[in-house]
């Protein structure tokens, strides 16, 4: 267990829709990184926060946006859905100075 | 970020050593080298990271070439645990105390057989 919680575990949706994926990081870190996985695309860094703020920003379509809350946990938003946004997404927290990521055991979403 | 090359895929039989290669020819000196694997169903999980210097932790060593253009993860003793997509990642230093993001390539795919 890596001490980084993401709900839900499967969400199934239909174009057009819009869904939240949240992530809550491990007690204590102030990182937090959203990925997505898919067949095709591989593991894509979508965005980072760290301690309420965007820190860096990846492959993120403009359909999707994120934002980190006062108690560090974390919620990823994605609106228009298409069919080929159908993938596990991937939440990973840090802690400050360390190199070490975490990562929950992701949200699937399929997108039909 | 600098990138790596792995093989697609490995093979190894329990309970002997894996080395997995990993080149990276175009590391500039302020680039860590992470290791991670992704088990089964699972998200990615870290195996150990280095700089200059080889590393050992409990689950593997990495070991560094002296011009560091590649590394090599070393598993022990492998187990049916252990099969898994191992990724190599640069992480440049540069960005900051605070940003540690990774980019992910395809890894090798770690077959064990029993």
């Known amino acids: 267990d890596s001490g980084v919680t993401q709900t839900p575990k499967h969400l199934i949706t239909a174009t057009g829709q819009r869904v939240t994926l949240r992530c809550s990081p491990r007690s204590g870190d102030l990182s937090v990184y959203w990925y997505q996985q898919s067949l095709d695309q591989g593991l894509q860094f979508l965005i980072q926060?760290?301690?309420?703020?965007?820190?860096a920003k990846g492959n993120i379509l403009e359909r999707f946006s994120a934002q980190q809350f006062p108690d560090l946990h974390s919620e990823l938003n994605l609106s228009s859905l298409e069919l080929g946004d159908s993938a596990l997404y991937f939440c990973?927290?840090?802690?400050?100075?360390?190199?070490?990521?975490?990562f929950g055991s992701g949200t699937q979403l399929s997108v039909l | 970020d600098a990138k790596t090359t792995q093989p697609n895929s490995m093979e190894s039989n329990e309970e002997e050593p894996v080395h997995l290669p990993c080149n990276h020819s175009t590391i500039s000196g302020t680039d860590y080298i992470h290791w991670y694997r992704q088990l089964p169903s699972q998200g990615p999980e870290y195996v150990i990271h280095?700089?200059?210097s080889n590393v050992n932790n409990r689950m593997a060593s990495l070991a560094i070439a002296e011009d560091r253009k590649s590394s090599t993860l070393i598993l022990h003793r492998a187990t049916l645990r252990d099969a898994a997509v191992y990724y190599c990642i640069l992480r440049d230093d540069r960005s900051g105390g605070s940003n540690y993001k990774l980019t992910f390539g395809k890894g090798t795919l770690l077959t064990v057989n029993p």
């Open positions: 280095g700089l200059t």
């Open positions: 990973a927290s840090s802690a400050t100075g360390d190199e070490k990521l975490f």
């Open positions: 926060y760290y301690n309420g703020e965007e820190r």
